[in-house]
């Protein structure tokens, strides 16, 4: 069975500084990798997938995501973060053939002026 | 941009009594789904659902639950006899294709709450 695991209930950073929130996946076969944002009172919101190729992946809001298939890892990046970003980050998997995506327990990301 | 809409956005209801949650999934999409999320908790999978049938359960998805698509256009979540512990936050989602790679696009939620 897939899952996925973020490690840190929250993230703090300065505006400015780089971010990272960590993400660890578990699955049987080949991993659909997503990551989705929750800001307060709204829909969780699509920002970006890994499926194959590139390990790194460029998606929304100049976010990205390093695959490290050695790691099974996918941790959520971005060179300098806005206060905007704060929010709830979800990490996401879904297992070749299957329907379920299966999400973490979400970081909080906390972004300071 | 398209986008999955919801309602009602917060339903309160007594224990006992029957909730259906409504869902209007993106029109080009075929693949659709329910998620809830428990106050402060993660986002857990409840169901799937294509060509009019339930292709994917969660053990969560139990007798109480039950999903239709009434008309071309919705996709309800219907609670038989709510419990306390049915309080959440439940999301819609849809999808064009409904493995690997496809995204799935959520909706804003609707919060239920049971007394």
């Known amino acids: 069975a897939q899952s996925v695991a973020q490690p840190e209930d929250q993230v703090n950073v300065a505006e400015g500084n780089p971010l990272t929130v960590k993400c660890t996946y578990s699955?049987?076969?080949?991993?659909?990798l997503f990551w989705y944002v929750q800001y307060p009172n709204r829909g969780l919101q699509f920002l970006l997938k890994y499926i194959t190729g590139d390990n790194l992946v460029k998606g929304s809001y100049g976010f990205e995501a390093e695959f490290n298939k050695s790691q099974t890892s996918f941790h959520l990046k971005k060179p300098s973060a806005l206060v905007s970003d704060s929010a709830l980050y979800f990490c996401?998997?879904?297992?070749?053939?299957?329907?379920?995506?299966?999400f973490g327990t979400g970081t909080r990301l906390l972004v300071s002026p | 941009e398209p986008e999955v809409t919801q309602t009602p956005s917060h339903q309160v209801t007594q224990m006992g009594q029957e909730v259906i949650l409504r869902c209007v999934p993106i029109?080009?999409?075929?693949?659709f789904y329910w998620y809830r999320q428990i106050l402060g908790q993660k986002v857990e999978f409840l169901v799937s659902?294509?060509?009019?049938?339930?292709?994917?359960k969660s053990e969560i998805f139990d007798d109480q639950f039950s999903v239709e698509r009434p008309d071309g256009s919705n996709f309800t979540l219907k609670i038989r006899s709510t419990k306390l512990e049915d309080s959440a936050m439940y999301f819609c989602?849809?999808?064009?294709?409904?493995?690997?790679?496809?995204?799935?696009?959520f909706g804003a939620g609707s919060r239920l709450t049971v007394l």
């Open positions: 029109s080009n999409h075929l693949y």
């Open positions: 996401a998997v879904r297992d070749d053939g299957f329907q379920k995506l299966v």
């Open positions: 699955v049987s076969g080949n991993p659909y």
């Open positions: 989602a849809s999808s064009v294709g409904g493995s690997g790679a496809n995204v799935l696009t």
């Open positions: 659902f294509y060509n009019n049938e339930i292709s994917e």
